[in-house]
């Protein structure tokens, strides 16, 4: 599906600095800073780079300023992007003709990197321009990963004979056999190489019975807050998994208990823990979440360019795994941090992908949420008009639920607007509907915020 994209190569960047960085809010204090937005982001993106330690002084496991994306790497999440775009054969087999240049190139003793460099270009040119045709909007997000790429270390000697066999290499020679879909695909290798996973009202439980009753009253104990608790039976969970070598539940661990040190607002324990889970997982929906969490905590404390690497990673794995509602949080986290760097184009385009995949879900909650949150951006983009017709379209998407809750909200959102027009009379009318759906709900407060805002209109 063409809103699934791969992205090359995602660092975890554990080098967050609770000294250097401020929640999102506190940094309007500084605005009359004389650095561009521009050089600030270089700026975070290399101190992220650079660190090699927690907060807290301890030293990072791995030493990820050493990482390297091998060509290799590259070519085959190419690959993954074309699929996942659904590009039709006559893209495929273009894209195929430069990649194969890449590879021919990439088997030399000394490979040039301006050569492959070109004709990656060449080739996310080629795929923007069929994204730009199918949704009728300008698109460069392709091009945008791969120049995203080349600031990072590559290296550019192939490492693998087998990916001629694996890739596009053929050239005019591919067949449509040759790119199954995903999900197919995706689903035969669990079939062949993984045991059937467990769940328990939809959430994953180990197939060892004392495994299982372990990790369920750990579960029991962080849903009631009892945290200390919560922590200590994963532990003693984890140390029970990993004698008898559960990895699986050993990452689901590590996924909750970084939801716990999230939410004791630990970062640094956090993102290692999820950290831990996106790697060590076999379970796509878990990668997608546990990137979705690290790219909220980066995007909470305004560190771009890693928040937007792992909401495209969540994206990607959520598109693996199937997990359209998961996809368009992700598409929407990605649209809300480019609005709030005042970056319309982009935040379009995701704003656009996120209402596809929320319409793609069948939930009117999920589409009513999408398009309220949408309206939102295009406030704080200064388009009100665009802002009121997806209000709208939340209205409908809640109306026809009976969530009136959020119907209320939106309404009063809406009036809101009207008022930015100088419109009272359609913004009354806006808070009277505002005003009866929330006499439906057991939200006093709303109800009191809007009386109030109707008498003073």
């Not at 690959?79 to 430069?98: L, M």
């Not at 087998?162 to 591919?174: D, N, R, Y």
């Not at 495994?211 to 532990?235: C, G, P």
Request: proline residues 2%.
């Amino acid at each position: 599906m063409y809103n699934s994209i791969y992205p090359g190569y995602v660092n975890f960047y554990q080098g967050v600095n609770k000294r250097q960085i401020t929640r999102k809010g506190e940094d309007e204090k500084n605005s009359q800073s004389s650095q561009s937005a521009e050089n600030a982001q270089k700026q975070d993106h290399q101190e992220a780079r650079n660190s090699a330690y927690f907060p807290n002084g301890e030293k990072v496991a791995i030493d990820y300023t050493k990482k390297q994306i091998g060509i290799d790497q590259v070519l085959a999440d190419f690959r993954n992007t074309t699929n996942a775009i659904g590009a039709p054969e006559d893209v495929k087999q273009e894209v195929a003709s430069y990649l194969s240049l890449i590879e021919n190139q990439s088997k030399k003793d000394n490979p040039n990197a301006q050569i492959i460099q070109s004709n990656l270009k060449n080739a996310s040119q080629i795929l923007d321009e069929y994204i730009t045709n199918t949704l009728k909007k300008p698109s460069k997000v392709v091009e945008n990963w791969v120049d995203a790429l080349f600031l990072q270390k590559i290296d550019y000697k192939s490492s693998s004979p087998s990916v001629e066999k694996t890739f596009l290499a053929q050239g005019t020679t591919v067949t449509t056999q040759q790119f199954d879909d995903t999900s197919v695909r995706t689903e035969s290798i669990v079939a062949e190489e993984k045991p059937q996973m467990e769940t328990q009202n939809g959430v994953y439980v180990p197939s060892d019975p004392q495994l299982r009753r372990m990790f369920i009253q750990a579960k029991k104990y962080a849903a009631i807050d009892s945290n200390e608790k919560a922590l200590y039976a994963f532990q003693t969970t984890m140390d029970y998994a990993q004698e008898i070598g559960d990895e699986q539940t050993a990452a689901m661990i590590h996924y909750e208990e970084g939801r716990l040190y999230d939410g004791f607002n630990q970062i640094e324990d956090a993102l290692y823990n999820y950290n831990r889970a996106a790697k060590q997982s076999d379970d796509t929906n878990i990668k997608a979440r546990a990137h979705l969490s690290m790219g909220k905590i980066y995007d909470d404390y305004v560190k771009f360019e890693p928040a937007v690497d792992h909401y495209c990673a969540a994206v990607s794995f959520a598109g693996e795994a199937d997990n359209i509602k998961l996809q368009t949080q992700a598409l929407t986290d990605l649209a809300q941090i480019h609005t709030g760097r005042y970056d319309k184009e982009n935040a379009y385009m995701f704003m656009d992908l996120a209402s596809v995949t929320a319409e793609e879900t069948g939930s009117e909650k999920v589409q009513g949420i999408t398009y309220s949150k949408s309206a939102k951006m295009c406030e704080k983009l200064g388009e009100r008009s665009k802002a009121l017709s997806l209000y709208g379209s939340s209205a409908e998407s809640f109306s026809r639920i009976d969530d009136n809750e959020n119907l209320a909200k939106n309404y009063r959102s809406a009036a809101a607007v009207m008022m930015q027009y100088g419109n009272s009379a359609k913004a009354k009318k806006l808070l009277s509907k505002a005003y009866i759906a929330a006499y439906n709900t057991d939200n006093s407060e709303l109800k009191n915020i809007i009386t109030q805002e109707l008498a003073a209109i």
